[in-house]
């Protein structure tokens, strides 16, 4: 029902999102809940893994044994596309998102691996085909896309940033986090993607922002959520929690402010 109240009349649309923060933060399971929230409004949705960690498949509950191989490390489909020595950087990658994904949830997962040469320095050949696909899903696609980025977004790429729709910071209620939060802001800002939102994931009831320089707007606390703290031993899922509606609540309001 909150889908409805954005896009009227039920009305489908498509957003790229970026998701970045210092590591431990909550970026991935956000990811998630974002991601299952569009798909249960009928949402074609795909969830890009370009985190060190890797752990968009375990947050959707896949078992290890389940989750894709990250592209990085398919070393023949790297080498049929880009080739080595004189390689190929704009590879054909039309064909490789159905291929490589895994469908849980609703949702397409795809994961990448994490992307090397800060926006233009590495041409090695898995990077050139993870930066391919990447550019191709974002700015090509018409569905909704949501990146799990490492801890800043100059993996992205220059060009990539730029047609991405928004960026989702997030941080913990700490100093350290929030002075990554900070540089993370900054430097996106730099490289073309003004749009952003802060998010304070694990906030106390009375949280309140300290004054720092280069932050985005905070758009929506999230607390402590009891059902997902007394699950984390038994499963990695961040799926299907008590608080779901809360969490539906969150998801609607980022997406209404990187769409104002």
């Given at each position: 029902?909150?889908?409805?109240?954005?896009?009227?009349?039920?009305?489908?649309?498509?957003?790229?999102?970026?998701?970045?923060?210092?590591?431990?933060?909550?970026?991935?399971?956000?990811?998630?809940?974002?991601?299952?929230?569009?798909a249960?409004?009928?949402?074609?949705?795909?969830?890009?893994?370009?985190?060190?960690?890797?752990?968009?498949?375990?947050?959707?509950?896949?078992?290890?044994?389940?989750?894709p191989?990250?592209?990085?490390?398919?070393?023949?489909?790297i080498?049929?596309?880009?080739?080595?020595?004189?390689?190929?950087?704009?590879?054909?990658?039309?064909?490789?998102?159905?291929?490589?994904?895994?469908?849980?949830?609703?949702?397409?997962?795809?994961?990448?691996?994490?992307?090397?040469g800060?926006?233009?320095?590495?041409?090695?050949?898995?990077?050139?085909?993870?930066?391919?696909?990447?550019?191709?899903?974002?700015?090509?696609?018409?569905?909704?896309?949501?990146?799990?980025?490492?801890?800043?977004?100059?993996?992205?790429?220059?060009?990539?940033?730029?047609?991405?729709?928004?960026?989702?910071?997030?941080?913990?209620?700490?100093?350290?986090?929030?002075q990554?939060?900070?540089?993370?802001?900054?430097?996106?800002?730099?490289?073309?993607?003004?749009?952003?939102?802060?998010?304070?994931?694990?906030?106390?009831?009375?949280?309140?922002?300290?004054?720092?320089?280069?932050?985005?707007?905070?758009?929506a606390?999230?607390?402590v959520?009891?059902?997902?703290?007394s699950?984390?031993?038994?499963?990695?899922?961040?799926?299907?929690?008590?608080e779901?509606?809360?969490?539906?609540?969150?998801?609607?309001?980022?997406?209404?402010?990187?769409?104002?």
């Open positions: 029902m909150f889908f409805a109240l954005l896009n009227g009349a039920g009305r489908k649309s498509d957003m790229k999102l970026a998701i970045a923060g210092k590591g431990g933060v909550g970026k991935t399971s956000l990811a998630v809940w974002i991601g299952d929230y569009l249960r409004q009928g949402e074609e949705v795909w969830l890009l893994d370009a985190d060190t960690a890797l752990s968009l498949g375990q947050a959707l509950g896949l078992p290890e044994s389940d989750i191989l990250p592209l990085i490390q398919e070393k023949e489909l080498r049929e596309r880009v080739g080595e020595g004189f390689i190929r950087l704009n590879p054909a990658v039309e064909d490789l998102p159905e291929r490589l994904s895994k469908k849980v949830a609703g949702l397409k997962l795809l994961v990448m691996g994490t992307i090397a800060a926006g233009g320095g590495c041409a090695c050949s898995p990077n050139a085909l993870v930066k391919a696909l990447l550019a191709h899903l974002i700015i090509e696609n018409r569905q909704w896309v949501i990146v799990d980025l490492e801890a800043g977004v100059e993996h992205l790429g220059r060009g990539t940033v730029q047609s991405v729709d928004g960026l989702v910071v997030v941080s913990e209620p700490s100093m350290r986090s929030l990554t939060a900070s540089r993370i802001s900054v430097l996106a800002r730099e490289m073309g993607l003004p749009r952003q939102v802060l998010i304070i994931n694990r906030a106390p009831d009375d949280f309140h922002l300290p004054d720092m320089e280069g932050l985005p707007p905070l758009t606390t999230i607390p959520l009891p059902s997902l703290a699950r984390q031993l038994a499963s990695s899922s961040v799926l299907d929690l008590a779901r509606e809360q969490l539906d609540r969150i998801a609607a309001k980022i997406i209404s402010a990187l769409k104002s």
